[in-house]
């Protein structure tokens, strides 16, 4: 017996000594070496707890997590007793979203030791990740209670009232973490998540270049600061911090999914596509990855395919809004209005105070001829957010297009008190009040409304029956010789190029010039002008002396009241012969002005001035005509077509 006694002890003693090479290779960080160590151990003894124990640690800091959990499970078995054990059960449990396992494992561990805030901090996560928001609180603060200096639990706190829109108060948290722990990168990142949410984004990248200062390899981070600096229109420096991001973490389903979303911002709809899927074929139940996805096939003007992806999305998370209001905008595309009111609705079942969706709600109301419903969901998109601005326009042409004209300068007056430098608002006020009229738009305000209507700009000029740029080339084609392609020709106020094929066989040189890049962007796409410049027609004409043999400019004059200064600059850019011929509105009958700012916000103009002007400008074999340029609310807008030559 003393034999045995003796063997015994040696035994013990050796897996003593294995146990200390262990955990002192651990505490060195030579890993294999700690687990080879450790399995020889359980070879003896199966149930040995600390080499399970630290068996189980290591397999889970090597992503191991299913061995992990075996292996701390038989560590927590082996010695029910210890509040270590179950604490570190609990948190592989998580990692593998075990989490109702993860909780209970946690509260063992709490029962046997109340005093243990690790376990109560690691409680708080579980909780967060099953939605009980408040209960997570709680558990942090009965944390913070033991130990008032946990930045982790002071940090897990901030994100979990974030979650809770109490981003003050998370702001705080953060703050905390930070205060104890200047060196806590995890902390800087989740300050910028708040300060996002609070949309304060230059703070955000700020707090984002924090945690990257304190660890550069931190991918989350790098996605995160490209979503503030997206948020502050810096697209190109958003794209390099994804990709960034995607570098150190190939994985990234979220960061592809962000960086498909600022390729959509770019219009670059093609590689947004690609990138939407990358980030599905990573997690193929992404629902946001599946909405932004239906995004670029919108983009792309694929609308079924669009919906297809929404309804995927809508699959997976019935409760997005965001998804709904897309959905909604497809059908509009597809002229399915009633489908459209329907996605709308149900966006707004989900988030009633969500702006966005009543505006194009309204939209939706106005095809449908609806209009006192859209006045009230226009309204009601402007009691949600005053700062949706472009719904003060809309809602105010609306009350116009109704004769409510009183109610539309009341509209565009509360736009300009809400946003007083926004050119838009200035010149609808003008033109509704009658105040402070100027004698042309604004170039901001012209440049903000074309690139804003480029995308539906033809479709929406198809349904008005607009003629212009055919009642120019047949008034062209019995003053000039067209079709020799012997000529210079300038398009001003070309926007999307309408113009330019009619234009194109007269040619030898066709240049283009608007203030839209938007505009212009079309334009290009048609692959029939020679030049496109973005620049103030006047300035561009008046910079080309004697360039041109013809001057085509179809509707843009109606954005210039005092017609002398861009005449003369015409008469500058052409050659002896050279030809200038554009529409412009007319005045309704009885109106003695030579011109008007009207509630359209564009101008109209009187015959016998504008014969004036172009006589002031030293044009010559004037002629004109009374043309119907398209069709507003069911009634012809009428205008003048003029022609004016200069002196051989």
């Known amino acids: 017996m003393t034999k045995r006694g003796t063997h015994g002890d040696q035994a013990g003693a050796a897996i003593s000594q294995m146990m200390q090479r262990a955990a002192t290779a651990y505490a060195r960080g030579e890993w294999a070496e700690a687990e080879r160590c450790c399995r020889q151990i359980i070879a003896r003894r199966s149930n040995f707890f600390h080499a399970l124990n630290l068996l189980g640690i290591i397999a889970a800091q090597t992503r191991r997590p299913d061995e992990a959990a075996s292996l701390l499970g038989r560590a927590a078995a082996a010695n029910p007793a210890d509040a270590t054990a179950h604490n570190n059960y609990g948190n592989v449990l998580r990692d593998l979203k075990r989490f109702g396992e993860s909780l209970a494992s946690y509260d063992r561990a709490l029962r046997l030791r109340p005093d243990y805030a690790e376990a109560y901090n690691n409680r708080g996560n579980t909780l967060c990740e099953l939605k009980r928001l408040e209960d997570a609180l709680a558990s942090y603060d009965r944390a913070l209670r033991l130990r008032p200096d946990y930045a982790e639990a002071h940090n897990n706190r901030g994100n979990t009232l974030r979650f809770l829109k109490r981003l003050e108060d998370a702001l705080d948290s953060c703050d905390h973490a930070l205060k104890l722990r200047p ?42 600061r490209g979503n503030a600096l997206r948020e502050l229109k810096r697209f190109e420096d958003a794209l390099d911090s994804y990709d960034r991001a995607l570098k150190l973490r190939p994985d990234y389903a979220e960061g592809y999914n962000n960086l498909g979303n600022t390729l959509w911002e ?142 539309a300068t009341a509209v565009y007056l509360s736009w300009l008190e809400a ?142 009241g005092a017609l002398g200064q861009v005449a003369a600059a015409a008469h500058r850019c052409l050659r002896p012969k050279g030809v200038f011929a554009f529409t412009v509105e007319a005045l309704p009958e009885g109106v003695s002005n030579p011109f008007k700012l009207t509630m359209t916000g564009r101008y109209a103009h009187s015959d016998s001035y504008v014969r004036e002007v172009m006589a002031s400008a030293g044009f010559s074999e004037t002629e004109y005509q009374t043309v119907d340029l398209r069709k507003e609310a069911g009634a012809s807008v009428r205008g003048y077509l003029f022609i004016g030559s200069v002196a051989a």
């Open 183 to 224: 060196d806590y990168a995890e902390a800087y990142n989740n300050r910028g998540n708040t300060l996002w949410e609070l949309k304060r984004f230059g703070e955000a990248l700020a707090s984002y270049d924090g945690a990257l200062k304190l660890r550069p390899d931190y991918a989350e981070a790098y996605n995160n």
């Open 266 to 407: 770019l219009k670059r709809f093609e590689e947004a596509l690609e990138s939407c899927d990358r980030a599905l074929k990573l997690t193929p139940d992404y629902a946001e990855a599946h909405n932004n996805r239906g995004n670029a096939l919108r983009g792309l003007k694929r609308f079924e395919d669009a919906l297809d992806s929404y309804d995927r999305a809508l699959t997976l998370r019935p409760d997005l809004a965001e998804v709904h209001n897309n959905r909604g905008n497809t059908l509009k595309e597809l002229k399915r209005f009633e489908d459209a009111l329907d996605s709308y609705d149900r966006a707004l079942s989900l988030r009633p105070d969500y702006a966005e969706a009543y505006n194009n709600r309204g939209n939706a109301l106005c095809e449908l001829k609806r209009f006192e419903e859209a006045l009230g969901s226009f309204r009601k998109a402007l009691d949600c957010d005053r700062g949706l601005f472009r719904v003060y326009q809309q809602l105010g042409e609306l009350l116009n297009k109704l004769g409510r004209t009183d109610e």
């Open 419 to 560: 946003d007083p430098t926004n050119p838009s608002a200035q010149h609808m006020y003008a033109a509704a009040s009658g105040k402070n009229v100027p004698e042309r738009c604004d170039s901001r305000y012209v440049t903000v409304l074309f690139d804003a209507l480029a995308r539906s700009f033809e479709a929406t000029l198809e349904r008005l029956d607009y003629a212009a740029p055919q009642l120019l080339s047949a008034a062209l084609a019995r003053r000039v010789p067209l079709g020799r392609r012997n000529l210079d020709v300038l398009d001003a106020g070309c926007g999307t190029g309408l113009c330019g094929p009619l234009l194109r066989s007269t040619a030898r040189f066709l240049a283009g010039v608007d203030l839209s890049s938007e505009m212009l962007a079309r334009a290009r796409a048609r692959n029939v002008y020679d030049e496109l410049a973005q620049a103030e027609l006047g300035e561009f004409m008046e910079s080309r002396p004697q360039r041109f043999d013809l001057v085509n400019c179809a509707d843009t004059l109606i954005y210039i």
